[in-house]
């Protein structure tokens, strides 16, 4: 079978690197010269997406998408998103206030879910670079579960995108709660279910 997953996260944390770290193929990208305020930020960035693919088992080829960092890209979110059945947030622990990034890409995967319970995991990068003592304050803010995935937690993981078995331990994590979810399926309705 052939799915994909969905990486997104502040300019910066990651995203791309993680995709070019667990790849199976050559990761096929799309980076351009910033022209805009993200030049600031880096020499170049992601204006469309990244695409990775990842073989899994004998059977499943995932295909790995990086949503893109800029806001006049925000409409790609969507279309990502529509094809994706797992999401990887990453969160720059060294940016100025990452709790309050983790806010607002809850928010955003929320708000585009629209109702579909998606899987999510919380990759925490540059974490060697400063930031908060631990990996509570996201913790804290997720509480548990989060209401994002309805009935499951959100795991919160140390990584660095460029450690080979940081991506895996991540990828497996979000890949464990999509087997969960499809060995026991949420009951649709009340009253459903057990008896049904
Ligand atoms: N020091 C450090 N650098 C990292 C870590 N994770 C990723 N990087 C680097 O951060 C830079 C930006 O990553 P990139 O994947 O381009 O970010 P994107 O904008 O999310 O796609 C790259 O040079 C990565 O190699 C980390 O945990 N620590
Ligand atoms: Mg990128």
């Not at 990486?7 to 910066?12: K, S, T």
């Not at 305020?37 to 992601?46: F, I, M, P, S």
């Not at 990775?52 to 409409?75: E, I, T, W």
């Amino acid at each position: 079978m052939e799915w994909a997953i969905l990486f997104v996260g502040p300019v910066g944390a990651g995203k791309t690197q993680a995709i070019r770290t667990i790849s199976d193929i050559d990761v096929v990208d799309t980076e351009a010269d910033a022209t805009d305020e993200t030049a600031l930020l880096k020499q170049n960035t992601t204006v469309a997406m990244d695409m990775g693919v990842m073989l899994l088992g004998a059977h499943d080829k995932v295909r790995l998408y990086g949503a893109p960092g800029q806001d006049r890209f925000d409409f790609m979110w969507d279309i990502l998103l529509e094809q994706s059945r797992g999401v990887v947030l990453f969160i720059d622990h060294s940016r100025p206030n990452p709790v309050g990034d983790l806010a607002h890409y809850m928010e955003q995967l929320t708000r585009r879910m629209e109702g579909r319970v998606l899987p999510v995991v919380i990759g925490v990068t540059h974490t060697d670079m400063g930031g908060p003592a631990n990996l509570d304050v996201y913790r804290d803010f997720l509480g548990e579960p989060a209401s994002i995935t309805r009935r499951q937690a959100v795991p919160v993981l140390e990584t660095d995108a460029r450690n080979l078995h940081d991506v895996k331990t991540l990828l497996l994590a979000l890949t464990s709660m999509l087997d969960m979810n499809e060995r026991f399926p949420a009951r649709s309705s009340a009253g459903r279910g057990l008896h049904a």
